[in-house]
Protein backbone atom coordinates (compact mmCIF):
# COMPACT_ATOMS: atom_id res chain seq x y z
CA UNK A 1 0.00 0.00 0.00
CA UNK A 2 1.12 3.24 -0.89
CA UNK A 3 0.88 6.92 0.73
CA UNK A 4 -1.90 7.66 -1.65
CA UNK A 5 -3.86 4.90 -0.33
CA UNK A 6 -2.65 5.76 2.92
CA UNK A 7 -4.07 8.83 2.22
CA UNK A 8 -7.75 7.84 2.12
CA UNK A 9 -7.77 6.14 5.99
CA UNK A 10 -10.22 8.00 8.50
CA UNK A 11 -7.92 9.26 11.62
CA UNK A 12 -9.84 7.46 13.88
CA UNK A 13 -8.75 9.29 16.82
CA UNK A 14 -10.87 12.13 15.55
CA UNK A 15 -13.86 10.00 15.80
CA UNK A 16 -15.80 9.60 18.69
CA UNK A 17 -17.30 5.86 17.90
CA UNK A 18 -13.33 4.57 17.50
CA UNK A 19 -12.16 6.65 20.22
CA UNK A 20 -15.10 4.26 21.97
CA UNK A 21 -14.10 1.30 21.16
CA UNK A 22 -10.29 1.49 21.14
CA UNK A 23 -11.04 2.65 24.85
CA UNK A 24 -12.78 -0.84 25.49
CA UNK A 25 -9.53 -2.59 23.23
CA UNK A 26 -7.28 -1.28 25.93
CA UNK A 27 -8.81 -2.56 28.87
CA UNK A 28 -8.86 -6.18 27.47
CA UNK A 29 -5.35 -6.39 25.66
CA UNK A 30 -3.49 -3.69 27.66
CA UNK A 31 -2.20 -5.75 30.30
CA UNK A 32 -0.34 -8.39 31.01
CA UNK A 33 -2.14 -11.23 32.49
CA UNK A 34 -0.69 -13.72 34.22
CA UNK A 35 -1.67 -17.40 33.75
CA UNK A 36 -1.08 -20.33 35.99
CA UNK A 37 0.24 -20.78 39.43
CA UNK A 38 -2.93 -20.62 41.36
CA UNK A 39 -0.86 -19.94 44.51
CA UNK A 40 0.49 -16.57 42.97
CA UNK A 41 -2.66 -15.27 42.10
CA UNK A 42 -1.83 -12.16 44.22
CA UNK A 43 0.55 -10.61 42.05
CA UNK A 44 -1.56 -7.73 39.86
CA UNK A 45 -1.62 -7.63 36.45
CA UNK A 46 0.83 -5.06 34.51
CA UNK A 47 0.35 -2.57 31.61
CA UNK A 48 1.97 -5.04 28.46
CA UNK A 49 3.50 -2.80 27.04
CA UNK A 50 6.45 -1.98 29.89
CA UNK A 51 7.00 -5.63 30.35
CA UNK A 52 6.73 -6.78 26.65
CA UNK A 53 9.99 -7.88 24.80
CA UNK A 54 9.50 -8.18 21.21
CA UNK A 55 9.79 -11.59 19.62
CA UNK A 56 11.91 -12.73 16.92
CA UNK A 57 10.73 -14.49 13.77
CA UNK A 58 12.75 -16.87 11.02
CA UNK A 59 11.25 -18.99 7.97
CA UNK A 60 12.38 -22.23 9.79
CA UNK A 61 11.70 -23.26 13.23
CA UNK A 62 14.29 -23.28 15.95
CA UNK A 63 16.36 -27.15 16.64
CA UNK A 64 18.34 -25.42 19.80
CA UNK A 65 16.93 -23.06 21.78
CA UNK A 66 20.25 -22.18 23.26
CA UNK A 67 21.43 -21.50 19.85
CA UNK A 68 23.02 -17.96 19.81
CA UNK A 69 23.62 -17.45 16.53
CA UNK A 70 20.59 -18.26 13.81
CA UNK A 71 19.79 -14.96 11.94
CA UNK A 72 15.90 -13.82 13.00
CA UNK A 73 13.99 -10.98 12.14
CA UNK A 74 11.26 -8.95 13.60
CA UNK A 75 7.84 -8.08 13.10
CA UNK A 76 8.68 -5.35 11.29
CA UNK A 77 10.44 -6.72 8.79
CA UNK A 78 8.03 -9.13 8.20
CA UNK A 79 5.00 -6.59 7.65
CA UNK A 80 6.86 -4.68 5.55
CA UNK A 81 7.42 -7.74 3.01
CA UNK A 82 3.95 -8.61 2.72
CA UNK A 83 0.34 -7.55 4.22
CA UNK A 84 -0.81 -11.63 4.67
CA UNK A 85 1.29 -13.72 7.29
CA UNK A 86 0.35 -16.75 9.59
CA UNK A 87 2.76 -16.76 12.24
CA UNK A 88 3.37 -20.55 14.33
CA UNK A 89 5.12 -21.00 17.53
CA UNK A 90 4.83 -23.71 20.37
CA UNK A 91 2.90 -23.23 23.51
CA UNK A 92 3.74 -20.19 25.37
CA UNK A 93 6.37 -19.09 22.92
CA UNK A 94 4.63 -15.39 22.68
CA UNK A 95 1.64 -15.80 19.89
CA UNK A 96 -1.15 -14.41 22.11
CA UNK A 97 0.99 -11.64 23.56
CA UNK A 98 1.92 -10.49 19.86
CA UNK A 99 -1.94 -9.99 19.48
CA UNK A 100 -2.35 -8.08 22.56
CA UNK A 101 1.22 -5.67 21.81
CA UNK A 102 -0.01 -4.89 17.93
CA UNK A 103 -3.64 -4.52 19.11
CA UNK A 104 -2.81 -2.12 22.35
CA UNK A 105 -0.26 -0.22 19.74
CA UNK A 106 -2.62 0.41 17.29
CA UNK A 107 -5.36 1.30 19.45
CA UNK A 108 -2.67 3.57 21.95
CA UNK A 109 -1.89 7.50 20.71
CA UNK A 110 1.61 6.97 20.94
CA UNK A 111 3.79 6.98 17.72
CA UNK A 112 5.45 3.86 16.66
CA UNK A 113 7.63 2.42 14.01
CA UNK A 114 4.64 0.37 12.49
CA UNK A 115 2.46 3.53 12.28
CA UNK A 116 4.66 4.97 10.02
CA UNK A 117 5.14 2.29 8.10
CA UNK A 118 1.34 1.06 7.41
CA UNK A 119 -0.61 4.03 8.48
CA UNK A 120 -2.96 4.10 11.03
CA UNK A 121 -4.21 0.63 11.29
CA UNK A 122 -7.70 -0.30 13.25
CA UNK A 123 -7.22 -3.41 15.04
CA UNK A 124 -9.45 -5.94 14.68
CA UNK A 125 -8.55 -8.61 17.26
CA UNK A 126 -10.29 -12.29 16.73
CA UNK A 127 -9.57 -14.42 19.77
CA UNK A 128 -10.85 -17.46 18.20
CA UNK A 129 -11.29 -19.80 21.47
CA UNK A 130 -14.47 -17.37 21.88
CA UNK A 131 -16.20 -17.92 19.00
CA UNK A 132 -18.59 -20.78 17.70
CA UNK A 133 -16.89 -21.84 14.76
CA UNK A 134 -19.87 -24.05 12.47
CA UNK A 135 -19.20 -25.94 9.39
CA UNK A 136 -21.13 -23.18 7.45
CA UNK A 137 -19.20 -20.30 8.97
CA UNK A 138 -18.73 -17.32 6.65
CA UNK A 139 -16.13 -14.20 7.02
CA UNK A 140 -19.76 -12.03 7.48
CA UNK A 141 -20.72 -14.34 9.86
CA UNK A 142 -17.02 -14.19 11.82
CA UNK A 143 -17.54 -10.13 11.82
CA UNK A 144 -20.85 -10.77 12.95
CA UNK A 145 -19.73 -12.50 15.77
CA UNK A 146 -16.81 -10.04 16.22
CA UNK A 147 -19.37 -7.21 16.81
CA UNK A 148 -20.46 -8.98 19.30
CA UNK A 149 -17.86 -9.62 21.68
CA UNK A 150 -17.50 -7.23 25.46
CA UNK A 151 -14.91 -5.26 23.95
CA UNK A 152 -17.07 -4.16 20.91
CA UNK A 153 -18.96 -1.19 22.33
CA UNK A 154 -23.40 -1.47 22.15
CA UNK A 155 -23.14 2.06 22.42
CA UNK A 156 -21.34 5.18 21.20
CA UNK A 157 -19.77 2.86 19.47
CA UNK A 158 -18.73 2.28 15.39
CA UNK A 159 -21.46 1.23 13.40
CA UNK A 160 -21.32 -2.24 11.13
CA UNK A 161 -21.18 0.54 8.15
CA UNK A 162 -18.63 2.06 9.89
CA UNK A 163 -16.74 -0.98 10.26
CA UNK A 164 -17.54 -2.22 6.41
CA UNK A 165 -16.03 1.28 5.20
CA UNK A 166 -12.82 0.58 7.06
CA UNK A 167 -12.39 -3.34 5.68
CA UNK A 168 -12.79 -1.74 1.96
CA UNK A 169 -10.33 1.35 2.67
CA UNK A 170 -7.69 -1.52 3.77
CA UNK A 171 -7.58 -0.17 7.34
CA UNK A 172 -8.13 -3.24 9.45
CA UNK A 173 -5.55 -5.17 10.93
CA UNK A 174 -6.55 -8.65 11.08
CA UNK A 175 -5.76 -11.08 13.95
CA UNK A 176 -6.80 -14.46 13.87
CA UNK A 177 -5.39 -15.50 16.92
CA UNK A 178 -5.39 -19.17 17.77
CA UNK A 179 -6.47 -21.05 14.91
CA UNK A 180 -5.17 -24.73 16.27
CA UNK A 181 -7.81 -23.61 19.14
CA UNK A 182 -10.51 -25.24 16.65
CA UNK A 183 -10.35 -28.94 17.89
CA UNK A 184 -12.42 -30.41 14.96
CA UNK A 185 -10.75 -30.45 11.97
CA UNK A 186 -13.30 -29.49 9.53
CA UNK A 187 -14.61 -26.27 11.67
CA UNK A 188 -10.72 -25.56 11.24
CA UNK A 189 -11.00 -26.28 7.91
CA UNK A 190 -14.54 -23.95 7.33
CA UNK A 191 -12.09 -21.05 9.32
CA UNK A 192 -9.85 -21.21 6.82
CA UNK A 193 -12.17 -20.91 3.89
CA UNK A 194 -13.91 -17.78 5.66
CA UNK A 195 -10.59 -16.37 6.37
CA UNK A 196 -9.34 -16.77 2.74
CA UNK A 197 -12.69 -15.63 1.98
CA UNK A 198 -12.11 -12.65 3.89
CA UNK A 199 -8.64 -11.95 2.34
CA UNK A 200 -10.47 -12.39 -1.05
CA UNK A 201 -12.92 -9.78 -0.25
CA UNK A 202 -10.62 -6.97 1.20
CA UNK A 203 -7.46 -7.68 -0.06
CA UNK A 204 -5.60 -4.24 1.39
CA UNK A 205 -6.20 -4.91 5.36
CA UNK A 206 -3.13 -6.67 7.12
CA UNK A 207 -3.70 -10.22 7.84
CA UNK A 208 -2.04 -12.00 10.84
CA UNK A 209 -2.97 -15.51 12.37
CA UNK A 210 -1.52 -17.45 14.51
CA UNK A 211 -0.94 -21.15 15.60
CA UNK A 212 0.38 -23.57 17.57
CA UNK A 213 2.89 -25.77 15.41
CA UNK A 214 1.14 -28.69 15.86
CA UNK A 215 -2.43 -28.22 15.00
CA UNK A 216 -1.62 -26.04 12.04
CA UNK A 217 -0.39 -28.52 10.01
CA UNK A 218 -3.32 -30.32 9.47
CA UNK A 219 -4.91 -27.47 8.21
CA UNK A 220 -2.46 -25.23 6.70
CA UNK A 221 -3.06 -22.41 4.15
CA UNK A 222 -0.83 -22.07 0.78
CA UNK A 223 1.61 -20.11 1.71
CA UNK A 224 3.33 -18.03 -0.17
CA UNK A 225 6.44 -19.70 0.17
CA UNK A 226 4.74 -22.89 -1.45
CA UNK A 227 2.95 -20.94 -4.24
CA UNK A 228 3.73 -20.36 -7.75
CA UNK A 229 4.23 -16.81 -9.10
CA UNK A 230 0.91 -16.69 -9.93
CA UNK A 231 -0.52 -16.93 -6.30
CA UNK A 232 2.03 -15.73 -4.40
CA UNK A 233 0.60 -12.36 -3.74
CA UNK A 234 -2.36 -13.58 -2.39
CA UNK A 235 -1.13 -16.31 -0.23
CA UNK A 236 0.11 -15.32 3.36
CA UNK A 237 4.03 -15.66 4.25
CA UNK A 238 4.97 -17.99 7.20
CA UNK A 239 6.88 -17.34 10.22
CA UNK A 240 7.83 -19.54 13.44
CA UNK A 241 8.48 -17.77 16.60
CA UNK A 242 12.33 -17.80 17.60
CA UNK A 243 13.23 -19.01 21.39
CA UNK A 244 14.34 -15.73 23.60
CA UNK A 245 18.25 -15.35 23.08
CA UNK A 246 20.38 -14.23 25.95
CA UNK A 247 19.75 -10.23 25.45
CA UNK A 248 15.43 -11.28 25.57
CA UNK A 249 15.98 -13.24 28.60
CA UNK A 250 18.05 -10.05 29.86
CA UNK A 251 15.97 -7.62 28.95
CA UNK A 252 12.61 -9.26 30.22
CA UNK A 253 14.53 -9.77 33.80
CA UNK A 254 14.95 -6.27 34.06
CA UNK A 255 11.63 -5.00 32.88
CA UNK A 256 10.43 -7.89 35.84
CA UNK A 257 12.06 -6.53 38.16
CA UNK A 258 11.73 -2.64 37.46
CA UNK A 259 8.08 -3.17 37.59
CA UNK A 260 7.91 -4.92 40.96
CA UNK A 261 11.37 -3.42 42.91
CA UNK A 262 11.16 0.24 43.98
CA UNK A 263 14.35 -0.12 45.60
CA UNK A 264 17.47 0.49 43.06
CA UNK A 265 19.51 -1.67 45.27
CA UNK A 266 16.74 -4.73 45.87
CA UNK A 267 16.29 -4.58 42.19
CA UNK A 268 19.80 -5.11 41.19
CA UNK A 269 20.23 -7.70 43.21
CA UNK A 270 17.12 -9.56 42.07
CA UNK A 271 18.31 -8.72 38.61
CA UNK A 272 21.66 -10.85 39.01
CA UNK A 273 20.05 -13.45 41.20
CA UNK A 274 17.64 -14.48 38.69
CA UNK A 275 20.12 -14.24 36.05
CA UNK A 276 22.30 -15.93 37.45
CA UNK A 277 20.16 -18.77 38.22
CA UNK A 278 19.16 -19.07 34.88
CA UNK A 279 22.54 -19.13 33.46
CA UNK A 280 24.02 -21.35 36.00
CA UNK A 281 21.59 -24.21 34.56
CA UNK A 282 21.67 -25.24 30.66
CA UNK A 283 17.77 -27.00 31.55
CA UNK A 284 16.52 -23.83 33.39
CA UNK A 285 18.22 -21.53 30.46
CA UNK A 286 15.89 -23.55 28.00
CA UNK A 287 13.05 -23.03 29.98
CA UNK A 288 13.70 -19.50 30.04
CA UNK A 289 14.28 -19.41 26.35
CA UNK A 290 10.28 -19.87 26.39
CA UNK A 291 8.38 -16.48 27.12
CA UNK A 292 5.67 -18.48 29.74
CA UNK A 293 8.36 -20.82 31.34
CA UNK A 294 10.35 -17.48 31.70
CA UNK A 295 7.17 -15.50 33.12
CA UNK A 296 6.45 -18.31 35.38
CA UNK A 297 9.86 -18.44 36.75
CA UNK A 298 10.00 -14.56 37.63
CA UNK A 299 7.06 -15.07 39.36
CA UNK A 300 8.77 -17.63 41.32
CA UNK A 301 11.58 -15.92 41.79
CA UNK A 302 9.46 -12.59 42.95
CA UNK A 303 7.47 -14.99 45.58
CA UNK A 304 10.53 -16.58 46.75
CA UNK A 305 13.34 -14.26 46.08
CA UNK A 306 15.31 -16.89 44.87
CA UNK A 307 14.60 -20.08 43.04
CA UNK A 308 12.92 -22.82 44.86
CA UNK A 309 15.99 -25.23 46.09
CA UNK A 310 16.38 -28.18 44.37
CA UNK A 311 14.44 -28.07 40.37
CA UNK A 312 11.66 -30.43 41.83
CA UNK A 313 10.06 -27.57 43.12
CA UNK A 314 10.21 -25.51 39.82
CA UNK A 315 9.11 -27.91 38.12
CA UNK A 316 5.79 -28.94 40.58
CA UNK A 317 4.70 -25.54 40.18
CA UNK A 318 5.35 -25.49 36.30
CA UNK A 319 3.43 -28.86 36.01
CA UNK A 320 0.62 -27.89 37.84
CA UNK A 321 0.12 -24.23 36.17
CA UNK A 322 0.67 -26.24 32.72
CA UNK A 323 -1.62 -28.81 33.20
CA UNK A 324 -4.18 -27.27 35.55
CA UNK A 325 -4.53 -23.88 35.78
CA UNK A 326 -4.06 -21.88 32.30
CA UNK A 327 -6.61 -23.82 30.92
CA UNK A 328 -9.17 -23.37 34.32
CA UNK A 329 -7.74 -19.65 33.53
CA UNK A 330 -8.70 -19.15 29.86
CA UNK A 331 -12.43 -20.83 31.14
CA UNK A 332 -11.32 -24.43 28.75
CA UNK A 333 -12.63 -27.93 29.88
CA UNK A 334 -11.14 -29.85 27.47
CA UNK A 335 -10.89 -33.27 29.50
CA UNK A 336 -12.37 -34.60 32.67
CA UNK A 337 -8.98 -36.30 34.08
CA UNK A 338 -7.65 -34.83 37.25
CA UNK A 339 -4.32 -33.84 37.49
CA UNK A 340 -3.07 -37.06 39.53
CA UNK A 341 -4.04 -39.10 36.11
CA UNK A 342 -2.26 -36.87 33.67
CA UNK A 343 0.98 -37.59 36.18
CA UNK A 344 0.93 -41.19 36.28
CA UNK A 345 0.67 -42.20 32.11
CA UNK A 346 3.39 -39.13 32.14
CA UNK A 347 5.64 -40.29 34.59
CA UNK A 348 5.66 -43.93 33.25
CA UNK A 349 6.20 -42.86 29.13
CA UNK A 350 8.63 -40.42 30.81
CA UNK A 351 10.27 -43.69 32.41
CA UNK A 352 10.52 -45.67 29.55
CA UNK A 353 11.88 -42.70 27.30
CA UNK A 354 14.63 -42.24 29.75
CA UNK A 355 15.69 -45.68 29.19
CA UNK A 356 15.78 -45.50 25.77
CA UNK A 357 18.10 -42.88 26.23
CA UNK A 358 20.72 -46.13 26.74
CA UNK A 359 21.01 -47.22 23.73
CA UNK A 360 21.05 -43.15 22.11
CA UNK A 361 24.58 -41.76 20.80
CA UNK A 362 25.95 -38.73 21.93
CA UNK A 363 25.27 -37.27 18.90
CA UNK A 364 21.29 -38.27 18.38
CA UNK A 365 19.99 -37.42 21.81
CA UNK A 366 16.06 -36.85 21.22
CA UNK A 367 13.79 -39.28 21.96
CA UNK A 368 10.95 -39.81 19.78
CA UNK A 369 8.39 -42.46 21.12
CA UNK A 370 5.79 -43.38 18.77
CA UNK A 371 1.65 -43.17 19.11
CA UNK A 372 0.65 -46.52 19.93
CA UNK A 373 3.06 -46.87 22.49
CA UNK A 374 1.41 -44.05 24.16
CA UNK A 375 -1.86 -45.33 23.86
CA UNK A 376 -0.79 -48.43 25.58
CA UNK A 377 0.60 -46.72 28.71
CA UNK A 378 -2.08 -44.32 28.47
CA UNK A 379 -4.57 -47.63 28.38
CA UNK A 380 -3.11 -49.01 31.24
CA UNK A 381 -3.11 -45.94 33.84
CA UNK A 382 -6.63 -44.28 32.53
CA UNK A 383 -9.82 -45.38 33.43
CA UNK A 384 -11.58 -48.07 30.45
CA UNK A 385 -14.55 -44.40 30.82
CA UNK A 386 -11.56 -41.72 29.48
CA UNK A 387 -11.86 -40.92 26.14
CA UNK A 388 -8.02 -41.85 24.85
CA UNK A 389 -7.97 -39.98 22.23
CA UNK A 390 -9.53 -36.63 23.99
CA UNK A 391 -6.57 -37.12 26.65
CA UNK A 392 -3.62 -37.44 24.64
CA UNK A 393 -4.87 -34.59 22.36
CA UNK A 394 -5.48 -32.33 25.40
CA UNK A 395 -2.02 -33.08 27.05
CA UNK A 396 -0.49 -33.02 23.19
CA UNK A 397 -2.47 -29.74 21.67
CA UNK A 398 -3.44 -28.11 24.74
CA UNK A 399 -0.79 -28.22 27.85
CA UNK A 400 2.04 -28.71 25.70
CA UNK A 401 4.18 -30.71 27.80
CA UNK A 402 4.31 -33.43 25.53
CA UNK A 403 4.26 -32.45 21.79
CA UNK A 404 4.34 -34.48 18.13
CA UNK A 405 7.60 -33.99 16.12
CA UNK A 406 6.70 -36.18 13.45
CA UNK A 407 3.80 -37.61 12.27
CA UNK A 408 2.96 -40.47 14.87
CA UNK A 409 5.84 -39.92 17.16
CA UNK A 410 5.99 -37.51 20.35
CA UNK A 411 8.38 -36.40 22.95
CA UNK A 412 8.47 -33.69 25.86
CA UNK A 413 8.62 -30.25 25.32
CA UNK A 414 11.60 -30.39 27.28
CA UNK A 415 14.11 -33.02 28.04
CA UNK A 416 14.38 -31.74 32.11
CA UNK A 417 10.74 -32.06 32.34
CA UNK A 418 10.87 -35.86 30.64
CA UNK A 419 13.39 -36.47 33.67
CA UNK A 420 11.23 -34.82 35.58
CA UNK A 421 8.12 -37.07 35.78
CA UNK A 422 10.47 -40.07 35.38
CA UNK A 423 11.93 -39.34 38.83
CA UNK A 424 8.27 -39.12 39.92
CA UNK A 425 7.33 -42.49 38.13
CA UNK A 426 10.59 -44.14 40.43
CA UNK A 427 9.75 -42.46 43.37
CA UNK A 428 6.27 -43.64 43.36
CA UNK A 429 7.87 -47.37 42.17
CA UNK A 430 10.18 -46.88 45.86
CA UNK A 431 6.93 -46.12 47.47
CA UNK A 432 5.11 -49.24 46.45
CA UNK A 433 8.37 -51.24 46.80
CA UNK A 434 8.15 -49.71 50.74
CA UNK A 435 5.10 -51.01 51.14
CA UNK A 436 5.73 -54.80 50.31
CA UNK A 437 9.11 -54.61 51.61
CA UNK A 438 8.67 -52.29 55.13
CA UNK A 439 12.17 -52.95 55.77
CA UNK A 440 14.00 -51.66 52.74
CA UNK A 441 14.46 -47.66 52.40
CA UNK A 442 13.97 -45.08 49.82
CA UNK A 443 16.65 -43.13 48.92
CA UNK A 444 17.32 -39.84 50.87
CA UNK A 445 17.13 -37.57 48.06
CA UNK A 446 14.16 -40.12 46.08
CA UNK A 447 13.13 -36.67 43.96
CA UNK A 448 16.61 -36.15 42.33
CA UNK A 449 17.37 -35.73 38.97
CA UNK A 450 16.92 -39.19 37.16
CA UNK A 451 19.36 -39.76 34.08
CA UNK A 452 20.40 -43.34 32.55
CA UNK A 453 23.49 -43.30 31.21
CA UNK A 454 25.85 -45.26 29.00
CA UNK A 455 28.55 -47.23 31.09
Known amino acids: MNDADKKKFINPFNRKSWLTYFSSLLLRFKYARFLGLPSLKDIP?????????????????????LDETKKTYGIGQALKQSRRHVILGDPGS?????????????????????????GQMIPLPFILRDYNIKKTITFQGMLDQFQAQPFWPEEKGPSADDLTGVLKAGQALIIMDGLDEIGDIERRRALQEAIN?????????????????????EVPFDSAENSDARTQAKSPHLHYIQPFKKRQISKFIENWYTLREADPAVREKNILSLETAIDGSDSIKRLAANPNML?????????????????????????????????TFRGIQETSVDKSRHILWLSELAFKMQKQRETKSDETPEILIPEPRIREIMGRNLDSSCDIDKELSYIARRSGLLLPRKPG???????????????????????????LMPGKKRSPAPLSWISFKKK
Open 45 to 65: DVLLERLYVPIYLDKTPSTDP
Open 94 to 118: GKSTLTSHLTTLFASTRKHSLESML
Open 197 to 217: EGMENYPACVWISTSRIIGYE
Open 295 to 327: TMIALIHRVHATLPSGRVMLYDKITEAYLESID
Open 409 to 435: YYNFVHLSFQEYFAAIYLYDLGICIQA
